[in-house]
């Protein structure tokens, strides 16, 4: 089993940045998808952004331009930059590793994922 250990999140202020880091236990480099989510209190659960294993990146509108995935292979790390914060940001974020290379809800499901890590934003 693949573990994820995530750091960063905290509280900020609107406008302001934070970043979050993931490190696997297993190569970041590879066939399988990997992502982060995130779930805000007594919403679903939503698909922040998809780094596919061909390095594609698909974010979700609403991060679009202010959120930025990243990964450093040589510290099996994948990291989450995110400006510009706004309270509607305020959730729990997750990392995922996903089943296979396949990118579907389904397979990040049935993946592997970290424990978790807060962002509050304040207006």
């Known amino acids: 089993q693949v573990h994820l250990v995530q750091s960063g999140g905290g509280s900020v202020q609107t406008g302001g940045s934070l970043r979050l880091s993931c490190e696997i236990s297993?190569?970041?480099?590879?066939?399988?998808?990997m992502g982060w989510f995130r779930q805000s209190s007594g919403k679903e659960r939503e698909v922040v952004v998809v780094?596919?294993?061909?390095?594609?990146?698909t974010y979700a509108d609403s991060v679009k331009g202010r959120f930025t995935i990243s990964r450093d292979n040589a510290k099996n790390t994948l990291y989450l930059q995110m400006n510009n914060l706004q309270p509607a940001d305020t959730a729990m974020y997750y990392c995922?590793?996903?089943?296979?290379?396949?990118?579907?809800?389904?397979?990040?499901?049935?993946?592997?994922w970290g424990q978790g890590t807060q962002v509050t934003v304040s207006s």
């Open positions: 297993a190569p970041t480099s590879g066939d399988r998808c």
């Open positions: 995922v590793k996903a089943r296979t290379k396949d990118c579907y809800y389904s397979d990040f499901i049935a993946g592997d």
């Open positions: 780094f596919e294993s061909d390095g594609s990146k």
